[in-house]
């Protein structure tokens, strides 16, 4: 059986890595609509109506308005913007931390951005494991290649002439410590306080590090022994081994660029009991496209990883 899908917010960045990753699949049927028709409310409408599953690729409020636009009860709906990731009735859609089965069983599942992606990973199973207590003040400083702020950004970096142009090669953001992140952040990894958070981006089109600093922190061997067993036989999130990481001298935004992946390191200093606990992941992977294609692949029944890169 083949089911039918649509990208609303195709031709943007995240739509497009989405559908390469959907190229030769038999099992998959994307609907499509004529550039002239992709602001068509009544088209836009048929669409996101006939399909099995829709994947929203779109800034919070037209994403929210094309959840509006869908009364067919049985379409599946997969958020990539930020608008329902704390919502009431939506399912956060990060498989290894909230299960494969409620995933499986919703018709609402919010994406988890790329951020968030990296620091729930390492917190969350610490947190529930009660070596990250959950009133704990937390900092995250993470690392983007420039694909993740769009189109406007692309350009920023790789054209001369567009507006904002910029010859940087690092820059800080978020300094007002109100993005927009954070509150996933913090409900999905159960805190009682907001993490802060201070992001950048890097020029590098694609990649991502994910760093949470912990200072007088528990043994080493224990925090990577709860994220190895949260993670046990995944083969997207990857731990590395603690003999991995002492051998490691430089980690590149690039670690996992390409790929569907998460590695995981805890580096550390329990004579001084400092840890720094980080996560490598692709920006356009794991924490966009390649998390909304494992989603809809559970969402619609099929293969969990089908489509992937591994």
Known sequence: MTARLFIDGAAGTTGLEIADRLDGRSDIEIIRLAPDQRRDPAARRAALNAADAVILCLPDDAAREAVALIDNPATRIIDASTAHRVAPGWDYGFPELVGRDALAASRRISNPGCYPTGFLALVAPLVRAGLIAADRPLSVHATSGYSGGGKAMIAA?????????????????????????????????GLAHPPLFTPAVARS??????????AAAPP????????????????????????EADATEVLTLEQVAGTDRI??????????????????????????AGAAVQNMNLALGLGEYQGLRL
């Open 157 to 189: 970096f790789e054209d001369r002439d567009a507006p904002g142009a910029t010859e940087t090669g690092f820059r800080i953001y978020g300094l007002g410590l109100a993005h927009k992140h954070v509150a996933e952040m913090q409900v999905h990894a």
């Open 205 to 214: 089109y694609r990649g991502m590090i994910v760093e949470v600093p912990l």
């Open 220 to 243: 080493r061997d224990a925090l990577h022994g709860a994220l190895a067993a949260a993670y046990a036989g995944s083969p997207l999130i990857r731990v590395a081994a603690l003999d």
């Open 263 to 288: 590695d995981l390191f805890v580096f550390g200093n329990d004579a001084r009991r400092q840890v720094r606990l980080v996560a490598a992941l692709d920006n356009l992977g794991k924490g966009a």
